[in-house]
């Protein structure tokens, strides 16, 4: 790369845009297969894979080039959507956007251990409480 051209907050924006990107894509909404089953989706998949895969360096490389903590940031994440905060007024993320990334998150946990044989991947978080979560 040329010095010249190099921008680092270009550079830490692209990088926060592909984590932002991969966040949403893990709430995205299911696909229905043959039998109307519903499967999580492409992107759900690949962005769970993204963050928490086998191969998540990358993840944690783009991460730690901003500045973030990889370990804290995931928890963070999984942790902020098993929650529901009534006092806040403009939530960034929808109970809807929770019981998908519940859906996906779980149905990608499953994948992994049914094809991947991963055992040690198990739900860390208790999502019970989003069942009960209203929208306002």
């Known amino acids: 790369m040329n ?4 921008d680092p907050v270009g550079c830490r924006r692209l990088l926060a845009a592909v984590v932002f990107l991969a ?25 769970f894979e993204f963050f928490f895969g086998y191969d998540d360096q990358v993840s944690e490389l783009y991460l730690e080039l901003l500045g973030w903590d990889p370990i804290v940031f995931k928890n963070s994440l999984v942790s ?25 998150y779980l149905n990608w946990l499953r994948k992994g251990q049914f094809i991947y044989g991963r055992q040690e991947f198990t739900p860390q978080f208790n999502f019970d409480d989003l069942e009960n979560d209203d929208e306002s």
């Open 80 to 104: 902020s959507m098993n929650t529901f905060h009534t006092l806040e007024k403009k939530p960034l993320f929808t109970g809807t956007d929770k019981r998908l990334f519940k859906y996906n």
């Open 3 to 6: 010095e010249r051209n190099y």
């Open 23 to 47: 966040v949403k894509d893990t709430c995205s909404k299911p696909v229905k297969k043959g039998s109307g089953a519903l499967n999580i989706s492409n992107k759900a998949d690949s962005a």
